[in-house]
Antibody, heavy 122, light 107 residues
Framework: EVQLVESGGGLVQPGRSLRLSCTTS????????MGWVRQAPGKGLEWVGF??????????EYAASVKGRFTISRDDSKSIAYLQMNSLKTEDTAVYYC?????????????WGQGTLVTVSS | DIQMTQSPSSLSASVGDRVTITCRAS??????LAWYQQKPGKAPKLLLY???RLESGVPSRFSGSGSGTDYTLTISSLQPEDFAIYYC?????????FGQGTKVEIK
């Protein structure tokens, strides 16, 4: 059974950093791209970014709203994806979902974690 | 970025009704279109991809169609468990985008 479990969320002050982890199981992690999608309270879905598999260079793409502040990485030996969030703003407050991308270049999301809440507030 | 506009934003329907939700892209997305269902407090669930391909395990009452800029999600006979918010997503471009969502409520 495919499982994605996010951790690392919490309350953080504006300007500070936070790192989210996505621990996976049930599939060969290294074969898949992984993505992050967020949802502000009461709002819709917003794509954050994704990281390709190492077979495709392990390269990353980011939404304009987080580019330069957020970094996605992966550890294939541990089957974990990370989202490093720096210079956090109040508008980054959201539930962050880890997602699996079923194809190497078709970036929709077939599995989602349960989400972790990040609250940016002073 | 490609903008995705869903209509309606919300609708009320009864069990057994046929429901159609529309998603319009600001430019053609060549059937690179997915639909998700989200229930309160839960993660979204993939329903369809490539505009019309049903994800494994999804009931056949869900179907998708469309081409170019205009796509639809149809629920042929609404069931109690289908009351939720539905989102479309284009993945034609690397910078993928979602529609704003359509809330399906009980009439």
């Amino acid at each position: 059974e495919v499982q994605l479990v996010e951790s690392g969320g919490g309350l953080v002050q504006p300007g500070r950093s936070l790192r989210l982890s996505c621990t996976t199981s049930g599939f060969t992690f290294g074969d898949y791209a992984m993505g992050w999608v967020r949802q502000a309270p009461g709002k819709g879905l917003e794509w954050v970014g994704f990281i390709r598999s190492n077979a495709y260079g392990g390269t990353t793409e980011y939404a304009a709203s987080v580019k330069g502040r957020f970094t996605i990485s992966r550890d294939d030996s541990k089957s974990i994806a990370y989202l490093q969030m720096n210079s956090l703003k109040t508008e980054d407050t959201a539930v962050y979902y880890c997602t699996r991308v079923p194809g190497s270049y078709l970036f929709y999301f077939d599995y989602w974690g349960q989400g972790t809440l990040v609250t940016v507030s002073s | 970025d490609i903008q995705m506009t869903q209509s309606p934003s919300s609708l009320s329907a009864s069990v057994g009704d046929r429901v159609t939700i529309t998603c319009r892209a600001s430019q053609g997305v060549s059937n690179s279109l997915a639909w998700y269902q989200q229930k309160p407090g839960k993660a979204p669930k993939l329903l369809l991809y490539a505009a019309s391909r049903l994800e494994s395990g999804v009931p056949s009452r869900f179907s998708g169609s469309g081409s170019g800029t205009d796509y639809t999600l149809t629920i042929s006979s609404l069931q109690p468990e289908d009351f939720a918010i539905y989102y479309c997503q284009q993945y034609y471009t690397t910078l993928t985008t979602f529609g704003q969502g359509t809330k399906v409520e009980i009439k």
